[in-house]
């Protein structure tokens, strides 16, 4: 069976910066995928040549066997690709739910009103924090709280794949605990496809099913996050021997 998301061949580019290299990748459904790597090895770059947000590609990207390269963000946000940027990406003066909702303009119908309120009710269900703050101006949250938001965000969307960068960016070790645990129910509970780009790479061969490491723009290695997890490199380099 193909996986939900393959990559062939993809190279990706700022202007005259090229970052990715020929990159093959599979992201099998229902499974979480990590992709680990230094600090400007092009993790970052990887998720936004999916969804084509602002970087130029070449190669070939497929959703379920169906090209996508040749689309819009926008065209590929409706197919299901959920992105949760590096940043988070959430509008500061609008309140929680307000970012939640337009979340839900990712799906090709735009939900009725009975539709939205039971979307929005699984998104609080999995993040209490964020009912209890929902109308609070999202700039005003705490940095957890506003990564709950971006993840909830993209969740309106209903995506059968979520792209996630560096969900634990500059959070406390508590807070991060928290976010990966929802994202493995989510994971579980809705069979939702992952794309976890972490720079904690401990954590992200916990939840992952299988990593690739990425080394300035090219795939250096892959295979089951157990054997990824033994590899004298990766311990090395990224988990502290
Ligand atoms: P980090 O873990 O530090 O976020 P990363 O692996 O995600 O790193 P990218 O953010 O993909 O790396 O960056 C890869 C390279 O692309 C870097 O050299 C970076 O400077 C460059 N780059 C990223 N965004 C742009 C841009 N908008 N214009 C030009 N170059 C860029």
């Known amino acids: 069976m193909p996986a939900l998301l393959e990559l062939r061949g993809v190279h990706a580019a700022y202007g005259p910066t090229a970052v ?15 992709l680990l790597g230094a600090n400007g090895a092009g993790k970052t770059t990887l998720l936004r040549a999916v969804c084509r947000h602002m970087v130029s590609v070449r190669g070939e990207v497929r959703l379920a066997g169906e090209r996508i390269d040749g689309r819009s963000t926008e065209q590929i ?20 739910e307000e970012n ?14 009975a ?13 209490p924090r964020l009912k209890e703050r929902r109308a609070q101006q999202a700039g005003t949250l705490s ?24 969900p634990s960016f500059g959070l406390a070790p508590l807070v991060v605990r928290d976010i990966f645990a929802i994202m493995r129910r989510i994971n579980q ?34 295979g089951a ?17």
Do not use: W
């Open 225 to 241: 996050s157990e054997d990824v997890g033994r590899n004298d490199a990766v311990r090395r380099a990224y988990l502290g021997g």
């Open 100 to 113: 939640l909702r337009l979340g839900a303009q990712a799906r090709p119908r735009h939900p009725g009103r």
């Open 143 to 166: 940095g957890g709280e506003q990564q709950m938001l971006a993840i909830g965000r993209a969740l309106m969307g209903e995506p059968r794949l979520l792209l996630l960068d560096e």
């Open 115 to 127: 539709a939205m309120a039971e979307a929005l009710d699984r998104i609080y269900a999995y993040f």
């Open 189 to 222: 509970e809705q069979r939702m496809a992952i794309l976890l780009v972490e720079q904690n790479a401990r954590l992200a061969l916990e939840l992952a099913d299988t990593a690739y490491l990425l080394e300035t723009g090219r795939i250096v290695l892959h």
């Open 20 to 34: 990715l290299h020929g990159i093959d990748l599979d992201v099998p459904e229902g499974r979480v995928t990590a």
């Open 77 to 96: 946000a409706r197919l299901g690709v959920g992105h949760v940027p590096d940043g988070r990406g959430t509008f500061a003066h609008l309140t929680a």
